[in-house]
Structure formats: structure tokens, C-alpha cells
Nanobody
Framework: QVQLVESGGGLVQAGGSLRLSCAAS????????MGWFRQAPGKEREFVAG????????YNADSVKGRFTISRDNAKNTVYLQMNSLKPEDTAVYYC?????????????????WGQGTQVTVSS
């Protein structure tokens, strides 16, 4: 059974940084794509960043380019989201997701497994 457990959220001032972690278990993830999504109150869940586990190819949403970086640690089966220069509009619940494909997509419905989410709040 696939389990994704996020951690690292919290309260930070605008301009600050946070690093989110997603610990994955229950599968060999070399044939998976991993994604970070976020959902703010009253808004739809949106793609933030993704990485192909086997190739390491990375993709970012335009809204976070140059500020957020996704990475993975194969030995720890963990995916990270380094978030710098945070803005109040980055406030949301952040979710880790896994897709049974090596291809990253920004489409929420194409991910098969989800974590429980971690809250990120950026104060102005």
C-alpha cells in the first residue's frame, strides 16, 4: 500500500523559506512521477512542481519558477520542495502526490496517490 507523508509546513514571514518533505513507502518508485500540489481556501487544487523519479526531470508552475525547487533522495525515498522568497499568496495546504507513470503532468486527476497535506502560511 502506497503511503505519502508530508512534513515541514508552518508559519513563515514573507520573504522567508521552508522545505517540505514527502516520505514515500509501499512501492518501488522508480517508475513513478511525483508532484507537489497546493490548495488555498476557496480555490481548486493546483500543480506546483513535479519530478520524474527515474530521470530526475523537473517541472515547475510559472507562479513558482525561480523560487521553488523540487528534488528527490533515492536512498530515502523522499521528495522535497524547497520554497524560497515566499509570498502571502503561497499560503495553502500543500499535498504530495504519486503517479504510476514516469511522465510528470500538472493534471490533478492523473495522480493515483495523495498525502494528507501540510499547511503553509505566509504572513505579510
Amino acid at each position: 500500500q502506497v503511503q505519502l507523508v508530508e512534513s515541514g509546513g508552518g508559519l513563515v514571514q514573507a520573504g522567508g523559506s521552508l522545505r517540505l518533505s514527502c516520505a514515500a513507502s509501499g512501492r518501488t518508485f522508480s517508475s513513478y512521477a511525483m508532484g507537489w500540489f497546493r490548495q488555498a481556501p476557496g480555490k481548486e487544487r493546483e500543480f506546483v512542481a513535479g519530478i520524474s523519479w527515474i530521470s530526475g526531470s523537473k517541472y515547475n508552475a510559472d507562479s513558482v519558477k525561480g523560487r521553488f525547487t523540487i528534488s528527490r533522495d533515492n536512498a530515502k525515498n523522499t521528495v522535497y520542495l524547497q520554497m524560497n522568497s515566499l509570498k502571502p499568496e503561497d499560503t495553502a495546504v500543500y499535498y504530495c502526490a504519486a503517479r504510476r507513470s514516469t511522465v510528470v503532468t500538472a493534471i490533478t486527476a492523473e495522480y493515483d496517490y495523495w498525502g494528507q497535506g501540510t499547511q503553509v502560511t505566509v504572513s505579510s
